[in-house]
């Protein structure tokens, strides 16, 4: 396996953000879709899984 790049480290970084605002968005609004925010949090976590194996 190749040693990630701090590019791609960054690239995961920028998405768990944008997933954890969309989460965050998603859940201002007065009637929160559970299915979208269940589905945005599963993304999230993957990317944060990703990032952890790479540390």
Same mark, same amino acid.
């Given at each position: =396996?190749? /040693?990630?790049? #701090? #590019?791609?480290? #960054? $690239?995961? $970084?920028? *998405?768990?953000?944008? %997933? /954890?605002? +969309?989460?965050? /968005?998603? =859940?201002? +609004?007065? $009637?929160?879709?559970?299915?979208?925010?269940?589905? %945005? &949090? &599963? +993304? *999230?976590? *993957?990317? &944060? /899984?990703? =990032? +952890?194996?790479?540390?």
């Amino acid at each position: =396996m190749t /040693e990630p790049t #701090s #590019s791609h480290v #960054s $690239a995961l $970084a920028a *998405k768990h953000a944008g %997933l /954890e605002a +969309r989460i965050e /968005e998603e =859940m201002g +609004r007065p $009637a929160p879709d559970q299915l979208v925010l269940a589905t %945005l &949090k &599963k +993304r *999230k976590l *993957k990317v &944060k /899984e990703e =990032m +952890r194996g790479i540390a």
